[in-house]
């Protein structure tokens, strides 16, 4: 393999760092931009927001070049560009099931009334019982 297309993890940080700074770069003369108000101040920031935004995609561009031609290909990378290439299989043999805990002991629970309006003996719903006045 040459050197030339030798993947270098040093160079790599140096590039995305470069990135980032572009495009936060970017990103904080956009925001003075809407944040501005006079004309001369408008003026400079969409320049400098236009010059920033070259710079990031300038460097997106050559990230992506430079770096696609490596042989650096995982299955993240796969999955993102086919995430329905790996899913999980289901398993083919038998799961022998899970023992299952002792059954809970049935007690008297009191059974609700539904009571509708207007009835002369009014009763509660969650015990079944008069309503005190």
């Known amino acids: 393999m040459s050197d030339?297309?030798?993947?270098s993890l040093l160079k790599l940080e140096k590039d995305v760092l470069k990135y980032v700074?572009?495009?936060?770069?970017?990103?904080?003369y956009d925001?003075?931009?809407h944040d501005s108000y006079s004309q001369e101040e408008r003026a400079i920031n969409k320049e400098n927001r236009d010059y920033w935004y070259n710079k990031y995609i300038a460097k997106m561009s050559y990230l992506e070049r430079s770096y696609r031609r490596t042989n650096v290909y995982t299955d993240y990378h796969r999955q993102l560009e086919n995430p329905y290439y790996n899913l999980p299989q289901v398993p083919t043999h038998d799961v022998s099931p899970l023992p299952s805990a002792p059954p809970?002991?049935?007690?008297?629970?009191?059974?609700?009334e539904i009571v509708s309006p207007g009835e002369e003996d009014p009763t509660s719903i969650i015990l079944g019982q008069p309503i005190p006045e």
């Not at 030339?4 to 993947?7: G, H, S, T, Y």
């Not at 700074?21 to 904080?28: F, G, H, I, L």
């Not at 809970?104 to 609700?112: E, H, Q």
Request: hydrophobic share 30%.
């Open 21 to 28: 700074e572009y495009r936060q770069k970017y990103q904080n």
């Open 104 to 112: 809970a002991p049935v007690t008297d629970i009191p059974v609700a």
């Open 31 to 33: 925001n003075k931009l």
């Open 4 to 7: 030339e297309n030798r993947f």
